[in-house]
């Protein structure tokens, strides 16, 4: 993550006029004793991402979050004074 922020810090400070969209995977969840494969969970994320509109069920909001009316949902990002919203999390692909 601390990687992460120096890279978001860089991109944000530039002020682009373009949207620029970035993903992060951090997979958790996984089976205990079972060995990560971070370039499977790499392109698992991928083909969510791209084929969005066929994987709505996979796909929060922040706003879909929330367990309460009243939650306040904020990014990590704060921490290092980046207000870059809350992402969507992904789920994995139901088998």
Do not use: W
Not at 30 to 37: A, M
């Amino acid at each position: 993550m601390t990687a992460a922020l120096y890279l978001i810090r860089t991109v944000y400070d530039a002020k682009l006029k373009a949207d620029l969209r970035l993903f992060e995977g951090f997979v958790s969840f996984k089976q205990r004793g079972n060995k990560s494969q971070h370039v499977q969970d790499v392109e698992m994320l991928r083909r969510i991402v791209k084929r969005a509109e066929h994987s709505q069920d996979l796909i929060y909001s922040a706003a879909e979050l929330k367990i309460n009316e009243g939650d306040v949902l904020q990014s990590a990002f704060l921490v290092a004074g980046l207000d870059c919203g809350v992402p969507a999390v992904i789920t994995a692909a139901k088998n």
